[in-house]
């Protein structure tokens, strides 16, 4: 059996709509993303489901985006492959704004890409997940894809053959990250994103992002959290998560620097810099945020490495 994982990840970091993304890992070192086992190679090509998330996933497995994914990967390269006994360890809550399809599309492509003997290159494979996460969330965006693939703080550039671009972090960030245990679906989050945005706002959201990316490679820390403000997406959606405005209330009155929305919600991410923050924001999270036996929190660093061969 060979074994292939992949990390949650969180896009936009509040600044950077669609062009950040960070892929993150526990400080308690264990594994938080999906994971891909290749059982053997067989006639039919199969799919078995388990881990913490399976119950959300559809249960026909011709619906899952594993199946998807091996036919894509297929087209991609040009050639009929062997078929796989696979089984995917759903450990991601979907619809969760923590990058779950992305998630297992991309320890889908990574694990056929490495089983078959690496037939595309990262740069060919990237954009085969993003197109796959497009046809997920109607859109294609790179901003879960790319750090669960690479790891780390990403700036993407999709109109560049580099495609996307490692940023400078501040080492004792944590963040701490809620999912409520609610289902909200990306496409329906971007749906009530504004079409148009004025030259006046245009400028405001070019000019916060490079703001946050000057203060990073400056190693200035409150120009950093002073620049962390979405103001793209959170005005739009911030009817979806009535929560997000008291917690943060909350939150920052305990010094905590940053709190946000991760991806398209509701999982709240909260920016720490010490253990006394991440622990408080872990308690009050779980406390006032989670909703049912599906939530989870957990405190994470910046996760430095993406997909992987376990
Ligand atoms: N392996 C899979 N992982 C996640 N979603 C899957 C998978 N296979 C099929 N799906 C379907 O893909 C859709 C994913 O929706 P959506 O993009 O809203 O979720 P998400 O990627 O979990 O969200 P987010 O990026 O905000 O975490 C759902 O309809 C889900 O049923
Ligand atoms: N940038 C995407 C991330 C989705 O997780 C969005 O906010 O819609």
């Not at 308690?28 to 053997?40: K, P, T």
């Not at 998807?68 to 995917?88: D, S, V, W």
């Not at 990574?110 to 037939?119: L, M, T, V």
Request: glycine content about 8%.
């Amino acid at each position: 059996m060979k074994s292939y994982f992949a990390p949650a990840s969180t896009g936009n970091f509040s600044v950077g709509f669609d062009l950040l993304g960070a892929a993150f890992e526990p400080v308690d070192g264990s594994l938080f993303g999906d994971e891909l086992r290749i059982h053997s190679e067989q006639a039919e090509l199969s799919l078995s489901l388990t881990g913490r998330y399976v119950h959300q996933l559809p249960k026909d497995t011709d619906h899952n985006l594993v199946l998807k994914c091996f036919y894509a990967f297929e087209k991609a390269i040009g050639r009929t492959l062997p078929r796989l006994q696979l089984e995917l360890v759903k450990n991601l809550p979907v619809g969760s704004g923590l990058g779950s399809s992305a998630c297992s599309i991309v320890v889908a492509c990574y694990a056929f890409n490495d089983y078959f003997g690496k037939p595309l290159d990262d740069y060919q494979l990237l954009q085969l997940m993003a197109q796959l996460e497009g046809g997920v969330s109607g859109s294609v965006h790179y901003d879960n894809v790319a750090p669960s693939f690479y790891g780390g703080l990403l700036l993407m550039l999709p109109d560049s053959p580099l495609l996307c671009r490692a940023l400078p972090w501040f080492e004792h960030w944590q963040v701490v990250l809620c999912y409520p245990g609610t289902v909200l679906s990306t496409k329906e989050a971007r749906a009530v994103l504004p079409q148009q945005l004025t030259l006046k706002h245009s400028i405001a959201f070019a000019g916060m992002l490079s703001r946050f990316i000057s203060a990073l490679y400056a190693k200035d820390e409150s120009e950093a959290f002073a620049a962390l403000q979405d103001l793209v997406a959170e005005p739009a959606r911030q009817h979806l998560m009535p929560e997000l405005a008291p917690i943060r209330e909350k939150l920052t009155a305990q010094g905590i620097g940053h709190v946000g929305i991760s991806g398209a919600g509701p999982t709240i991410f909260a920016v720490c810099q010490n253990d006394t923050q991440a622990k408080f924001a872990d308690d009050y999270l779980q406390q006032h945020y989670a909703k049912n036996s599906d939530a989870m929190t957990t405190v994470c660093r910046l996760a430095r490495q993406g997909a992987r061969a376990l």
